[in-house]
């Protein structure tokens, strides 16, 4: 197999993929106008990800961003106390 064949089998479905994409936002624009993307923080997992955001509405900055106000859900039934190893190896032991 010729390195050219190679090299458009291994590129195609990247070729494919970002023209799918353009012309889903093509579609989006004509259908809706312009659009106003940003990156968005959701609260509930402490991700982030980009979206189209209202157009008064600002965008989240990672400059503002304190880790220490996220609230971990697995960390919000032990107490507080970091010492959940302990009784784990505590319960083990028994």
């Known amino acids: 197999m010729p390195a050219q064949a190679l ?3 291994i590129l195609a479905p990247f070729a494919l993929a ?3 994409a353009g ?3 093509y579609r989006r624009f004509k259908s809706e106008g312009r ?3 940003g990156l968005v923080y959701d609260e509930d997992t402490g991700t982030t990800h980009v979206t189209g955001i209202e157009e008064g509405e600002d965008g989240f900055d ?7 106000d996220y609230n971990d859900p697995e960390l919000r039934g032990s ?6 190893a302990e009784a784990q190896d505590g ?3 028994a």
């Open 79 to 84: 107490g507080g106390d970091g010492n959940d």
């Open 7 to 9: 090299a458009a089998l």
């Open 91 to 93: 319960d083990r032991k």
């Open 62 to 68: 990672p400059e503002d961003f304190d880790p220490n």
């Open 18 to 20: 970002f023209l799918y």
């Open 23 to 25: 012309v889903h936002e």
């Open 35 to 37: 659009a106003n993307y």
